[in-house]
Each structure stands twice: as C-alpha cells, then as structure tokens.
C-alpha cells in the first residue's frame, strides 16, 4: 500500500504539470460567440503560422472563435473518417492531391455563391491560377487555395566551388545538367567508392519535370486516360535509370541507405536536389550555403511540379458566413503575408510576393516566381493514390536496376488498365509492351 504522503506528493506533482502544460484559452469564452474549428496537419512551424493566422483573424473578428483541430499524423486518413461519419470540421487544409476523392463524397461546400456576394473581397484573377484549377470541378470552386510551390534545383554552393563548377546557367538543359552531375560525382578518398555525388534520384512524382521535358505525360488532359505508353515515355524511364547505372551520378539504394536527400544534401554527400520552398525553413536555421536553379530544359521544352493546399468548408458547418469570413482572411493580403513570413511554402495570392522575398532572405528566392511560367499541375484524379502506389513501386524496381525501362512501362501499363479501365485495354494487349 502506497502511504497517505506518497499519494499526495505523486498528485501534488500531476497538478503542477497539469497547470503547467494544459495550453489556456486563446480566446475569450463569450456566450454570443460563434466557434468555427478548423483543421489542419503539419509541423511546429506550420502551427505556429495558422496560430497567427488566428489570432489576426480574431482581433478583427472578437466574436467569432476558431477552434483549431491540429492533427499532426494520419491527417488524411481522420478526415476521410469525419467525412463519412458527418462529422468534420467546419473548415479543413486539404491538399490537392487526395481533393477529388474528399470532393466525391459530395460534403464540400461550393464558393461560388459566397465569392459572387456584393463585397467579397476575393477576385480570383488575383490568384496564381494552377492553384484554382486544382480546386475547381466542372466549373465550381469547392477550395480556396493557400499555399504551395514548384519543385527547384537546390544546390550546394560550397562543393561547386570547390570543384570549379559554375553554378547553373538559367538555360541550362537535360545535357548540361547531366555534364555538371558527372563533374561534381567524386571518389574523394580513392578507395574506389564514391563519396560525392552529382544529384539524388527522387522519387517518381518529383521526376515529373523531366518526365514531361521529355515529351511524355502520365494522363490525357481530362485525366481520365492513361497515355504513358509513347517513344518520350520510355526516354524518360531510360533517362530515369541511367542517371543511376549509365551516368554514376547518383547514389543507389545500398549507398548511404540510412541517410535521406536532404540530409544528403546538408551533409555535403549530393551537390543538388530537387525540391520545394518547403525545403527552406530547415536550410535557413543553418549555415549551409545553398543556391536555388530553375529545372533544366528538356527535349519537350522546361517543365516543374506545382502542389497547391487549400481550404475547404464543409457542407454540414452550421455557421457558413462565419466561415467564409475566416476563408476570406487566409486569402487576403494581411493573411497571405502571414503565410509569407513563415517562407515555407509561395503564398497563392500574387501581390503577397514582396513579402515572401523579404522572409526569404537567401538569393534567387525570386526564381520560385519565375518558375510559375512553365508549372504544371500534377496527373491528379480520383485513381490518384492507385496510381501513386503503383508508379512508386515500379520506379523503385527500375531505380534498384531489377527491371528495364521496357519492362516498367509495360507493368505499369497493365497495372492502369485496372486501375482507369477499359480505355486502355489496348495499350496493355499491344505485343510490344507486354512485360517480360
């Protein structure tokens, strides 16, 4: 038996911790409020800026309270719950990958009417607009863009200098890109190992810009069909595995296994990598010296990934004008500078431009805007997470070289024959592509 002073010496110490860590109200409790909660997934950074977003919101709206519903981990995987269960939160951060599947469900609310309202301070005309086309289905906007980028080349000022490299040329291509990996590939130690490598092979849908400056497109422009069956196609699988087995220029799979591309590329192992403005906040609380390239231009021309987050209502929220009045902040010039200050992500409002550059405070920031010019939307449709496992699967077996690029075009053109149906029955029957 535990002692009377042992009990209330373990309770007295549960108490201070209670006092010390239950977060306190950030909102004064009135009876007259209206609470909109509002979720969201991310890291501390990405709860710090919502935070702000909030508080700035409820200074100039004190009678509305947003609730906000934080869900670091399997965020996706509970709102899709919430959704079937008709429970979700009033306002929810989705993005656009998984957003027509959510859209099926028929629970998001169309903004249509709300943006034609006398007074909506949101003209769509303002917005980057691959961000409103992610959004938008059959001419109805169910989400409002905030956030999202395009993939770069990051590089590694240090180790190009070191190897007199000159850093990337504005208008460099396929070739030339190739050139700078081999000559920044090095056996330091002459152990016949090497050590330092030119790039890190990503992962399939972060190879889309050199996919597409082949010539080649995973779906048709409705993106009902499957159309990864051409001659560009198969170059720029070929492409994909000679980076790795032809080239040298990238590590394999048994090469630093444990270690990541950023970390990678942080530790001075890879010279560049291709990423996002996510990629930022971590390289800005270090000393590395980083540089920022646009994508190189291919045979099909220059192309790069553009992802958009947006903000959703759903349609069961009980308090809908309350709701889109905090939509209207986040996309308004005082929140979109909000997002801006935190420099992860480009703010989808185009005028929010100065302050992210300002934030950002490393050089060629501007190139994230540049890069708008020739930023494409990924192959998304409701087969998104389908195809996304498939496409991973059959990218990591030509990367680890267990299948050719014939090979993986064919497996991957039988596997979408299941997945988008009978359309591409032929591609599947045709005798060429058959895998082997």
């Known amino acids: 038996m535990l002692s009377s002073k042992l009990i209330f010496a373990v309770l007295l110490c549960a108490s201070?911790?209670?006092?010390v860590f239950v977060p306190k109200p950030t909102h004064p409790t009135k009876s007259d409020a209206v609470i909109i909660t509002h979720s969201f997934w991310g890291n501390y950074q990405e709860w710090l800026m919502w935070r702000d977003i909030k508080t700035a919101f409820e200074q100039e709206n004190p009678n509305i309270w947003?609730?906000?519903?934080?869900?670091?981990?399997?965020?996706?995987?509970?709102?899709?719950?919430?959704?079937?269960?008709?429970?979700?939160?009033?306002?929810?951060?989705?993005?656009?990958?998984?957003?027509?599947?959510?859209?099926?469900?028929?629970?998001f609310e169309n903004l249509d009417p709300y943006i034609k309202t006398p007074g909506c301070s949101i003209n769509l005309s303002d917005y980057f607009e691959t961000g409103i086309e992610l959004f938008t289905e059959k001419g109805k906007l169910y989400g409002m863009p905030v956030y999202g980028g395009e993939n770069v080349i990051y590089y590694n000022r240090d180790l190009f200098d070191k190897?007199?490299?000159?850093?990337?040329?504005?208008?460099?291509?396929?070739?030339?890109?190739?050139?700078?990996?081999?000559?920044?590939?090095?056996?330091?130690?002459?152990?016949?190992?090497?050590?330092?490598?030119?790039f890190y092979l990503p992962y399939w849908n972060y190879w889309l810009p050199w996919t597409w400056g082949m010539g080649a497109d995973l779906?048709?422009?409705?993106?009902?069909?499957?159309?990864?069956?051409?001659?560009?196609?198969?170059?720029?699988?070929?492409?994909?595995?000679?980076?790795?087995?032809k080239y040298n220029v990238v590590p394999r799979t048994t090469e630093f296994s444990d270690m990541g591309d950023i970390i990678m590329f942080m530790t001075g192992r890879v010279a560049m990598v291709t990423s996002g403005p996510w990629l930022m906040p971590a390289l800005k609380q270090s000393t590395f010296n980083y540089g920022v390239a646009h994508i190189p231009i291919g045979p099909a021309g220059r192309h790069t990934r553009v992802t958009w987050d947006g903000i959703v209502m759903f349609s069961l929220c009980k308090h809908k004008p309350e709701a889109w009045r905090f939509i209207q902040f986040v996309a308004s010039q005082k929140g979109q500078e909000i997002v801006a200050s935190?420099?992860?992500?480009?703010?989808?409002?185009?005028?929010?431009?100065?302050?992210?550059?300002?934030?950002?405070?490393a050089a060629g920031m501007e190139l994230f805007y540049e890069a708008m010019d020739y930023a494409q939307i990924q192959p998304i449709s409701v087969?998104?997470?389908?195809?996304?496992?498939?496409?991973?699967?059959?990218?990591?077996?030509?990367?680890?070289?267990?299948?050719?690029?014939?090979?993986?075009?064919?497996?991957?053109?039988?596997?979408?024959?299941?997945?988008?149906?009978?359309?591409?029955?032929?591609?599947?029957?045709?005798?060429?592509?058959?895998a082997r």
């Open 163 to 198: 190897e007199g490299v000159p850093y990337p040329d504005p208008n460099w291509t396929f070739a030339d890109f190739i050139k700078v990996c081999q000559r920044l590939t090095r056996d330091l130690d002459g152990d016949g190992r090497i050590d330092q490598f030119g």
């Open 383 to 434: 087969h998104w997470f389908e195809m996304s496992v498939s496409l991973g699967e059959e990218y990591q077996k030509l990367g680890d070289d267990k299948q050719t690029p014939e090979q993986t075009m064919a497996r991957l053109n039988q596997a979408m024959t299941k997945i988008f149906g009978s359309e591409n029955e032929k591609i599947a029957s045709n005798k060429n592509l058959v």
């Open 219 to 245: 779906l048709n422009k409705d993106r009902a069909k499957w159309t990864f069956n051409t001659p560009e196609a198969l170059a720029s699988l070929q492409l994909f595995h000679d980076m790795r087995f």
């Open 16 to 19: 201070i911790v209670l006092a």
């Open 342 to 361: 935190y420099a992860r992500s480009v703010p989808i409002l185009k005028t929010a431009r100065d302050a992210f550059l300002k934030t950002a405070r």
């Open 66 to 107: 947003i609730k906000q519903a934080f869900i670091p981990g399997q965020y996706d995987d509970k709102i899709r719950l919430m959704l079937s269960a008709d429970s979700a939160p009033d306002l929810m951060q989705i993005q656009d990958e998984p957003f027509p599947v959510y859209r099926g469900y028929g629970k």
